[in-house]
């Protein structure tokens, strides 16, 4: 999961390591990872210029909004449920 932003709100602060890759799409994805972990920190897509993307887990916080929008959910696992009410792309 992930949490988007229009990239004027969001400040990108130390060090990172990008890595480009093509989606099945054919879609431009750059990953932004930790160059100590390896966990990214943040990416951006081709498709959606001017939005920087945040996986939800980089947040320390447990009660991060509920998502409200799932992209990918008919990927996902079998055993994977999602809240109810989700708006699919």
Known sequence: MQARWPDNRVDVTGRYTEYVR???????RRFRFCPKCGA??????AERP?????????FADPSFAQPTISVYGSRRYPWLALPDGLEEQ
């Open 50 to 58: 001017g939005v920087i993307a945040v996986p939800i887990g980089a």
């Open 22 to 28: 093509i989606s099945d799409d054919g879609d431009e």
């Open 40 to 45: 990214t920190v943040f990416y951006t897509t």
